[in-house]
């Protein structure tokens, strides 16, 4: 598998980093497609190569096309809503707040995929990138869709575990480098 290839190239410091990797993948408080779909949303979120090599051929059998393509599209629109929205809260000047963003975002209306997993991934994304308006907007959501606060937190989990394995990578890329 190639996850567990990855998590076992993990050097000795981040030891509990691949242990929290390794309980998270046989975590049962989500069902596999939203596990694996946070996985591989939060991964492209980082950036991380390796990572996202990993995930993308472990999740190839995990997976559905679609349920891919929507933990992709996640990554992408809060890649996007992440920096206006945390932007927008950020600033000092409140008039930006009672302004329509003006953004297409047309794939959380229609992910192609259930809408609360969609839901979910975005919530692991905006953990990763770390705007805390669109954490409030999709854990609300979620809340909607009957999550439990166990399910929101293992997304959060899975966010902070994959942005500390992108760290420890990059770090060691640029050590080999």
Not at 13 to 42: H, M, P, R, T, V
Not at 64 to 86: D, F, H, L, Q, S
Request: charge should be neutral; aromatic fraction near 6%; hydrophobic fraction near 45%.
């Amino acid at each position: 598998m190639a996850f567990d290839a990855l998590r076992d190239t993990l050097p000795d410091y981040a030891k509990d980093i691949k242990l929290n990797l390794g309980s998270l993948a046989s975590d049962q408080s989500l069902s596999e497609q939203q596990k694996w779909g946070a996985f591989l949303a939060c991964a492209y979120a980082t950036g991380a190569p390796a990572l996202i090599r990993a995930l993308e051929a472990e999740t190839e059998a995990r997976l559905t096309p679609e349920a891919k393509n929507g933990a992709k599209a996640a990554a992408a629109i809060m890649g996007m809503n992440n920096v206006y929205y945390r932007s927008v809260h950020l600033l000092k000047n409140e008039e930006y707040r009672t302004l329509r963003a003006g953004l297409r975002m047309n794939v959380i209306a229609n992910p192609g995929v259930d809408k609360g997993d969609f839901e979910l991934w975005s919530l692991a994304v905006s953990a990763v990138n770390g705007c805390g308006m669109c954490l409030d907007s999709h854990e609300e959501e979620l809340r909607k869709r009957s999550f439990t606060s166990t399910q929101v937190q293992t997304a959060l989990r899975i966010a902070a575990v994959v942005n500390a394995a992108a760290a420890v990578l990059r770090a060691e890329a640029a050590l080999a480098a």
